[in-house]
């Protein structure tokens, strides 16, 4: 990708006010040569944040953190050095120059260009309609139903692509656009003779953006209960790659910088209801599972995900899943405990912004949310229950380092068996680990935003990884019964097996 001239760069740096930039985000007082404030990024009580507005440095001297203008706006915006500068010029009205460019390259970028400004310009029209259009009342008002202000609705550019066959395809061509340009910005589908037509019909269309809040795509909600996919995103193409971005992003950046957390819901309308509701940190799953570049999108975006998905199956199966694609990168993963039945949106509308905010802010650490659905699904009214809520438990809570959350955790788990905490610590310490967890579940249909049209997935497995594991154990005693008979006899079968199917056959074999 071409790069911007250092020189253009560097004209961009000398109009770009440095006092009126910083002083945006936290209120600056002259001293001397430089200007202090309380620092932006870190917690603090007197000011030890400093701005020189000449040379349009920052330094903290509480923090250390500190750079050019540049940086400044990477770190309280959440972009990346071209995105920074591309900001800035924008906001400035300073025209960048590019390098040189090889003429492929420069064609690839006029090509892409123009298909980003056909997505725009659809985006208005899709607007436009939903506003306007006598056929768009009835999606009018599905959206005030759920409690949406016009106001929040024309900021995300929420719209209504009509029912005829070719609205955009028609304007399109001539406004000057190809059947190609179009099939390439994922706006027309084909049907089995080759016919071309607009993809999307009688939906409500919520614009897929870039960090910048350029339109890459739409997701689309059904209106009519008979159309299939209740949700339809773009299709893979040249500028939209499903699974990269995450919705709202753009909208929810400098918030989300701005406070160190970013909230996760599912929906288009939990994303707009939440920001309603006054948390601008709120962004959307866009109708996949979450996936490694969406995960690199958030942990670029603050430190803390606070995940405000459904309280069913699925949202918590996916909560499970974004943990195991969170391992092992600097992100902190909070559950926020919604009531089940209830999506955020539901809660904005039903019990107003103040319930959501207070939910948000109850949030548990993801291991705490663990614990909890451990004990919630297990059946403590027997020995065996509780065997299996211990073997359960132990690969959660043995291997935290010890702290006040382990202790904490442990207790709680305790109190919920009925035993001390040092009896449930030694049971911890003696059960076997799972063989391996369930497998994470695709929570949604690719095109589904909530997989809604999807029918309920069977609850669970028939039989849980513990016995699983026995299953296969007792497999391979029948198949070489002399060894296995002598393996069985060295067990203290009663402890050792958590299925009492498996028990029984196990004592049938010996
Ligand atoms: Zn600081």
Partial sequence: ??????DSIERLRQTVDMAELVGAKTELKRSGQQMMGI???HDERSPSFSVDPVQKVFHCF????????????????????REAVESLSDRYGVTMELTEEDPQAAQRREKRDRLLELLERTAAFYVRNLWESPEAEESRQYLAGRGLDEALLREFRVGYAPSAWDKVLVASRQSGYSEAELWDAGLTAKNQKGNVYDRFRRRITFPLCDPRGRVLGFGARAVGADQQPKYLNSSENVVFHKGRQVYAADLARAAAAKSGEVILCEGYTDVIALHQAGLRNTVGLMGTALTEDQVSELARMAPVVALALDADSAGQEAMIRAAKVAEGRKLELRVVPLPAGNDPADIVQQEGPEAITKLVAGSVPFVRFRVDRALLLADLATAEGKD?????????ITPLPASAMRDELT?????ALGVSGAKLTEWLGRARPLAAS?????????D????????P??????????????????VQCLADPGVGREALAAMDLEADFVSPVFLRAAQLIL
Avoid: H
């Fill in 1 to 6: 990708m071409a790069l911007y001239t250092d």
């Fill in 39 to 41: 620092c932006p990024f």
């Fill in 62 to 81: 509480g923090c250390g953190e500190g750079g050019d203008l540049f940086k400044f706006v990477q770190l309280t915006e959440g972009l990346n050095f």
């Fill in 388 to 396: 299996r809520a211990v073997s359960e438990l132990a690969p959660i």
């Fill in 411 to 415: 207790e709680l788990a305790a109190a």
């Fill in 438 to 446: 369930a497998p994470p579940a695709a929570t949604a249909t690719e």
């Fill in 448 to 455: 589904g935003s909530k997989g809604e049209s999807q029918p």
């Fill in 457 to 474: 997935r069977p609850a669970a497995t028939v039989i849980d990884p513990g016995a699983r594991v026995e299953r296969a154990f007792l």
